[in-house]
C-alpha cells in the first residue's frame, strides 16, 4: 500500500488548506481512512478518521468545526478541507489507512495502531 499526501504549505492564520492522500495497493472503497498529526517535540495526534463508506467520520474535538474529511472512492483519495486555520494547527500532517475492513465507524476516538499504512506527510505552517 502507498500512500502520498501532499496539500501543505504556509499559511497565515485564518486561512484555509486542503490535504489530499491518494492511495493504492489494495482496494481502497474497503478500508477506513484517517489523517494524524504530528507537531515540533509533540506525540503525533489523531485529526479526523472516514469509514469505508464515507457514512461516518470522527473528527478530534480540537479541530471539530473547522476540519471535515471526506473522500471519493472513484479516485482513491482522502481530503482533509482546514479551515479558520490557527498557529497551533502547525505541524506534519499524515494519512493512513486502517488495518481491518468495512468497519462501521468509531464511537470514541480512533487509536493509532488501527492504521496500519501511513503516508510521508505534509508540513502545514501556520503563521500568527
Known amino acids: 500500500v502507498q500512500l502520498q499526501a501532499s496539500g501543505g504549505g504556509l499559511v497565515q492564520a485564518g486561512g484555509s488548506l486542503r490535504l489530499s492522500c491518494a492511495a493504492s495497493g489494495r482496494t481502497f472503497s474497503r478500508y477506513s481512512m484517517g489523517w494524524f498529526r504530528q507537531a515540533l517535540g509533540k506525540e503525533r495526534e489523531f485529526v479526523a478518521a472516514?469509514?469505508?463508506?464515507?457514512?461516518?467520520?470522527y473528527v478530534a474535538d480540537s479541530v471539530k468545526g473547522r476540519f471535515t474529511i471526506s473522500r471519493a472512492n472513484a479516485k482513491n483519495t482522502v481530503y482533509l478541507q482546514m479551515n479558520s486555520l490557527k498557529p497551533e494547527d502547525t505541524a506534519v500532517y499524515y494519512c493512513a489507512q486502517q488495518s481491518s475492513d468495512y468497519a462501521l465507524g468509531w464511537a470514541t476516538s480512533p487509536r493509532i495502531d488501527e492504521f496500519t499504512y501511513w503516508g510521508q506527510g505534509t508540513l502545514v505552517t501556520v503563521s500568527s
Open positions: 472516514i469509514n469505508w463508506s464515507g457514512k461516518s467520520t
